[in-house]
């Protein structure tokens, strides 16, 4: 049932088609792939592939993607992992030969083979309708011509500014006299748009081959680092199975291991042990108790997650029922945990675009380069920025999540989707590094527990756990709650802003089947329906 807003900005709604994304031009580039004709994918893709150049810090050719897609003619979801893996020649020993006791956030060193030109390749050609050079085509035009750089990302672009200059290329590509371009300023990326242009003309050879494959591999050589053309030729994307649970009569999706979604899936199985729809949203119990499942979800995903293909995941125990009511039994409502440790599980195991179309396929695309600017290198005369997921390597042999030759490493980029008996009834992501599957967590509570409408969830305050540092909470839950949990041991800090991520949710109304919509107003983005 569609509620009223109390929201910072009314609910999107259309019957035919929908797009939500981060950024306006992007948004509106994913509706017209469906006013021509296109289906969710091609609106996603299209949404994604503007972002590479519209918000260029977040995204791009040079990063990796994970997605889900619901196809609502077979009444299914499938999952891509379109992310990159190590070179042939990452070891442990040539890391620390090189003085690297860890994988470096920035720099040659963290650039691991890019997945997203072929993720965009392969959900065009399996599940899209329009050819591949429709669905660049904003993303040229944008490129060539040039856009208006919008007001959060012109602020994220400034506070780049001193990483960018680090690299001749990367200051060459994006900055303007030595300065990250001004609001409303129109930018221009003549170099990344012939690379698009590459991928249009040639598929996934056009970048994992050719001129582009070789300006990658020249640019991390000339930096002494791992990563070759054939590490590059050698990339494959892989379908594979979805993870779920069931949360209130909603099947929830996520894409499995290399990447966190587990997180999200783990939390609300402890959390359905809670009835939270008792529980008003900022209440004291409310915010502790989401606080400590998720801390607990993320205590064994930094210890079991890694790439399946490489190590055993332990995926059926982390989701079991029984594993989650143990994890339940550690919660303490009076105390805060300390870092957890891991527990032992039985048996085993970004910028964000979503788009639905009028005949109920719907596609959850996650595209990042992982900090802001990636490595902060840009392959020469390519415009591509490279990003830095190496740097999510362990260097402890023990660990699933070490440091190999062609190997995924850990992955914090999520999509996320929901079914009810069958039939889609949302699409939606939280972009944000570790925050995602929290954001996954706070948003769907948010609706399902509290009776938020979609766009009051994405709204609601949020709280960011990272592991070892203290709590980020917005300033906005009620005095005498932040008082209580001080007083509980949660160690936090006041924060506002992008750093607590990027909802974009699609919903599909169970009784009038009408599209509701609704956008992180902490970013630049908006939905957009017809």
């Known amino acids: 049932m569609i509620r009223d807003s109390a929201a910072r900005r009314s609910a999107v709604l259309g019957f035919n088609g929908a797009v939500a994304t981060s950024q306006p031009l992007a948004a509106q580039a994913g509706l017209q792939a469906l006013l021509s004709g296109g289906n969710a994918v091609d609106a996603a893709l299209t949404a994604i592939t ?30 891509l992992n379109a992310s990159g893996r190590s070179g042939a020649g990452w070891t442990v020993d040539a890391y620390r030969s090189h003085g690297h006791a860890t994988v470096p956030e920035r720099g040659a060193w963290a650039v691991t083979v890019p997945g997203a030109p072929s993720g965009w390749c392969e959900l065009n050609a399996r599940l899209g309708r329009l050819p591949l050079e429709r669905i660049l085509q904003s993303a040229i035009l944008y490129a060539e011509e040039g ?11 400034h506070s780049c500014e001193a990483l960018l200059r680090n690299d001749p290329e990367a200051a060459r590509t994006y900055l303007v006299h030595g ?34 494959a070789q300006a990658i591999a020249a640019t991390i050589r000339s930096h002494g680092a791992l990563l070759t053309e054939e590490d590059l030729a050698a990339h494959t994307s892989s379908w594979v199975e979805p993870i779920t649970t069931d949360y209130h009569g909603l099947r929830v999706y996520e894409c499995p291991p290399n990447g966190q979604g587990i997180v999200a899936l783990e939390a609300l199985n402890i959390l359905s042990g809670i009835d939270l729809a008792g529980m008003p949203f900022d209440a004291p119990d409310t915010v502790h108790i989401k606080m400590e499942a998720l801390k607990l979800a993320l205590a064994d995903a930094l210890s079991y997650v890694a790439d399946p293909d490489r190590v055993q995941v332990p995926v059926e125990g982390l989701l079991s029922r029984e594993y989650a009511a143990q994890r339940r039994a550690q919660i303490d409502m009076g105390h805060a945990l300390p870092y957890p440790t891991p527990g032992t599980p039985l048996g085993n195991d970004t910028v964000y675009a979503t788009a639905v179309d009028g005949e109920g396929n719907a596609a959850s695309i996650i595209n990042s380069i992982f900090l802001a600017f990636g490595s902060g290198l840009v392959a020469q005369g390519t ?37 009810e008996n069958g039939d889609l009834r949302m699409s939606f992501g939280v972009m944000g590094g570790a925050l995602q599957p929290q954001g996954h967590v706070q948003v769907l509570t948010n609706m399902l527990d509290h009776g938020m409408d979609i766009q009051q969830a994405i709204d609601a305050p949020r709280f960011y756990y990272q592991p070892g540092a203290p709590h980020l909470i917005e300033p906005y839950f009620r005095d005498e709650t932040l008082a209580e949990l001080r007083r509980r041991g949660h160690e936090f800090e006041l924060q506002e802003g992008g750093i607590f991520g990027g909802a974009q949710v699609i919903m599909v109304d169970p009784d009038s089947g009408a599209l509701v919509c609704g956008s992180e107003p902490r970013k630049d983005g908006c939905a957009v329906a017809y």
Not at 387 to 416: E, S, W, Y
């Open 179 to 212: 300065r990250a371009p001004r609001l409303g300023e129109r930018f221009c990326q003549p170099d990344l748009a012939r690379s698009l242009r590459l991928l249009a003309e040639h598929g996934p050879d056009g970048f994992y081959r050719g001129p582009t």
């Open 383 to 419: 415009g591509v920025c490279l990003q830095n997921r190496g740097h999510l390597f362990v260097m402890d042999p023990a660990h699933p999540n070490c440091l190999a030759p062609n190997k995924r490493p850990f992955q914090t980029i999520i999509p996320g989707m929901a079914t």
């Open 50 to 79: 503007t972002l590479n150049v519209v918000e260029p810090m977040s995204t791009g050719m040079g990063g990796d993607l994970f997605a889900l897609v619901y196809v609502a003619a077979e009444r299914k979801v499938y999952a």
């Open 147 to 157: 856009f208006p750089v919008s007001p959060i990302i012109a602020g994220v672009w």
